[in-house]
């Protein structure tokens, strides 16, 4: 047994941190966010080369083949730099074609994806909170698509988009793609400009079909989940740390204010909370990989759990820095409003916690 | 990472139950005394009995106990394996077999005389404490002394060959029990707080030494005053250097830690509220329904889950010859304050109920759960109050300027 990264992992997560701490800083991020899609594809690039797009597409179709617990090391690292664009939803995309399996989209759609040349999204959600294949109302008839999506990660950049939709025989997942008849997209504004999403309408879209029954889709959004766990562990720790070392060098009374029991206690208790809960999103990506009859609840509990310290360790931050964490300027608001985004998409913490309790049988 | 059993454990596991399965009967089991939880935390609740030394013997021998000390010693002297030594406490735990003793013998002192302690200490005293032969408290704490430890005031002087001691020491787990104390006393009152320390081994037995019980809140009482009143402690009886005895003990504080911080009591909790929960019915229906309850179960468990994946992590670090020092230095702070919250819960699924002291045959599962919830403060203060387990992982974890005045 061994509860610990390789040293491929390692290396890994050390050269995306490298990366991104040399291109991505946040001026990038601020521009890249009051950009009109949000998007940008120089970073995509730069992304595509270190293999994060195909990192989880098999190597015949010109991936890598890795994991969903590699994936979610580079979400981890994404996530320490606050990046912004489509990662969440072409992760979310590229999860959907492989779970479904579909041999004709896999060859057309997985090699663009790890060459970096196409983005795939996923769209599920419909009516406010539910993330169920149990709760659509998107009609799917002879291969054509009615209905309406909300909360669609970067629609309006995707060439694909796999929808969540149900015809007679109950749910499945189908393809539409950029521009197809019928396809309307409606951005929205969002607390987080780093990640966007979409409204979209489809009027009688053509659409292709590549899965059957809901657990294409279930394992999609367990995907997800971890993904969002793994981003918000590290944007956590970004504001932990961000506030530590500002707590080394502020001055107050005649000293620096990280001498206070009043700010240590705070931290204390915050990375006393933070730190053991990366084993959490750890072990529900090699159970996702390695155990997936039994990865629904472990995904279910750190997606809740991280996203609940995310949200705790951005208020702290911003409290313990004073007025400036209040700022547009500081650099702390961008990850508060990605532990917003983290904690609201795909389903707030109290559903996801009820689910974990029916899933155990309670 | 890879959390499957590779063949060869497989084979090591079917080895451990084959032995335990001739070793330890129901017979024995039917032996076993009944063990109070807070007994149980601070592991002073297991069998010390003759029968129970006689297979600890046998399955050190086999190398299944103290894997981590030395032959000539009395352990196992085996290579670190994280996941045989999960395989043993699930084996060992499954057939109820006597294990690890865990008190503050083994847990603390132990590693200490490995570290600091003179041959001579190490011969005579570390088989006996693995084996309960020689039990033992901690004397630390004083009235006057709590968090703010080096400014103890139990003072040593030299008269020929031996110490006389005199002073108080308070908080003592167990004293009223054990053959010997390991304690901080003063025998160099000219120098600073920290350097005028020595860490001294006193005989429980010698004359001048009065245990006085201290009730809890609970009502039980595990810990004790204990008075020195020229009490004559042989001149070798020191570990490490006159003076430095601060600095040999921090080695033991950081074991305490360790021990107060495992997973395992926050576990049994969690596996007790879930069964109160399941079994107590409230306003016509069970507890479980309740979604609020539900909810709670769920948010409680992914801590658990964080505390016992972080165990895991922590294993194979150092199983790699790495210290994670933050991932060890919070686990005290986050499982005692996992404890507190379940046991909370605990009332609350009592409902009113929750008003009954632990035994009385009304209460949901007779109060025991609910228990918890006061005994808490026996894993959150034991081993330092939380604010100072606050003041450890802000200065030593994340290197923040430490308090101008508490120097």
């Excluded at chain 1, 396809?183 to 504004?189: C, N, P, R």
């Excluded at chain 1, 206070?260 to 090699?286: C, V």
């Excluded at chain 2, 006689?54 to 032959?71: D, N, V």
């Excluded at chain 2, 033991?252 to 926050?266: C, D, M, S, V, Y």
């Amino acid at each position: 047994m061994d509860f610990g990264l390789s040293e491929e992992q390692v290396l890994l997560k050390d050269t995306i941190r490298r990366y991104l701490d040399a291109e991505c800083p946040t001026t990038r991020v601020r521009k890249v966010m009051e950009s009109a899609d949000g998007h940008d594809p120089e970073l995509w690039r730069g992304l595509t080369s270190l293999g994060v797009t195909g990192m989880i597409v098999p190597a015949k179709h010109g991936g890598t083949g890795l994991e969903l617990l590699d994936l979610a090391l580079a979400a981890e690292e994404l996530g320490w730099a606050a990046a912004p664009g489509p990662f969440l939803a072409n992760a979310l995309g590229t999860v959907a074609l492989l779970a479904a399996g579909d041999q004709e989209a896999s060859e057309r759609w997985l090699p663009a994806v790890a060459a970096g040349t196409s983005i795939v999204s996923f769209a599920l959600a419909e009516a406010i909170g539910e993330w169920d294949a149990a709760h659509l109302e998107t009609r799917a008839e002879s291969n054509r698509l009615t209905g309406e999506k909300s909360l669609v990660p970067f629609a309006s950049i995707a060439d694909a988009i796999a929808v969540a939709a149900v015809d007679a025989t109950g749910p499945g997942l189908w393809i539409v793609e950029r521009g197809a008849p019928g396809l309307e997209i409606t951005a929205l504004s969002g607390n987080d400009m780093t990640r966007r999403v979409d409204r979209i309408r489809l009027t009688a879209t053509p659409a292709t079909r590549i899965a059957s029954g809901r657990a294409a889709i279930d394992r999609t959004r367990d995907a997800g989940l971890i993904l969002l766990a793994a981003d918000a562990w590290a944007g956590a720790r970004r504001c932990h740390h961000m506030t530590t070392e500002y707590a080394k060098t502020r001055v107050q009374f005649g000293q620096p204010i990280g001498s206070f029991q009043g700010i240590k206690h705070q931290l204390a208790d915050l990375i006393a909370d933070l730190e053991p809960a990366l084993s959490l999103w750890w072990y529900a990506a090699h159970a996702f990989d390695r155990m997936p009859e039994a990865s629904a609840r472990p995904a279910a509990l750190a997606k809740a759990h991280l996203g609940d310290l995310f949200d705790r360790a951005a208020r702290t931050s911003i409290e313990l820095h004073g007025g400036i964490g209040y700022t547009w300027e500081y650099d702390l608001q961008l990850w508060f409003r990605r532990a917003m985004f983290d904690r609201a998409f795909l389903g707030e913490a109290s559903y996801h916690r009820r689910r974990a309790a029916d899933l155990a049988g309670w | 990472m890879n959390l499957s059993y590779s063949e060869e454990y497989e084979r090591f596991r079917a080895d451990v139950r084959a032995f335990l399965r001739e070793s330890w009967t129901d017979q024995d089991r039917a032996g076993d005394p009944s063990a109070d939880e807070v007994a149980a935390s601070l592991g002073s609740a297991v069998r010390t009995d003759g029968r129970a030394t006689e297979f600890r013997k046998k399955a050190i021998a086999r190398g299944y106990l103290y894997r981590h000390i030395p032959r000539r010693y009395g352990g196992s002297e085996q290579p670190s394996d994280p996941l045989k030594a999960t395989i043993l406490v699930e084996e060992f735990k499954r057939a109820a077999a006597p294990f690890e003793i865990m008190g503050q013998g083994p847990s603390m002192l132990v590693p200490t005389l490995l570290e600091k302690g003179s041959e001579e200490q190490r011969v005579r005293f570390v088989e006996k404490t693995l084996l309960g032969e020689i039990r033992w408290c901690q004397g630390y704490s004083e009235p006057g002394a709590g968090s703010d430890l080096a400014s103890l005031r139990t003072s040593a002087v030299l008269d020929g060959d031996h110490w006389v001691v005199n002073g108080q020491k308070i908080w003592t787990s167990n004293a009223h029990q054990a053959d010997w104390m390991f304690a901080l006393i003063r025998t160099e009152p000219e120098a600073p707080k920290r350097d005028g320390i020595t860490y001294m081994l006193i005989d429980m037995r010698t004359p001048g030494i009065t245990v006085r019980p201290l009730r809890e809140m609970t009502g039980a009482a595990h810990f004790n005053e204990v008075f020195f009143e020229d009490v004559r402690v042989p001149r070798d009886s020191i570990v490490g250097e006159r003076g430095r005895g601060w600095y040999v003990s921090k080695a033991t504080l950081k074991h305490e830690r360790a021990l107060i911080g495992n997973a395992g009591i926050a576990r049994r909790s969690f596996d007790g509220v879930l069964l109160l929960a399941q079994a107590t019915q409230v306003r016509g229906r069970p507890a479980i329904q309740d979604p609020v309850i539900r909810e709670r179960l769920a948010e409680l468990e992914s801590r658990l889950l964080a505390a016992e994946y972080n165990g895991y992590r922590l294993l194979t670090a150092s199983a790699h010859g790495n210290e994670p020092a933050l991932a060890g230095m919070i686990t005290k702070l986050h499982t005692s304050t996992l404890a507190y919250d379940i046991a909370r819960l605990a009332m609350d699924i009592s409902s009113d109920h929750a008003l009954l002291a632990p035994g009385e045959r009304h209460a949901p599962f007779a109060g025991m759960m609910v228990q918890a919830y006061t005994m808490y403060y026996a894993l959150a203060l034991g081993g330092g109050a939380p604010n100072i387990q606050r003041n450890i992982i802000a200065e030593r974890g994340l290197d923040l300027p430490r308090d101008t005045r508490a120097s």
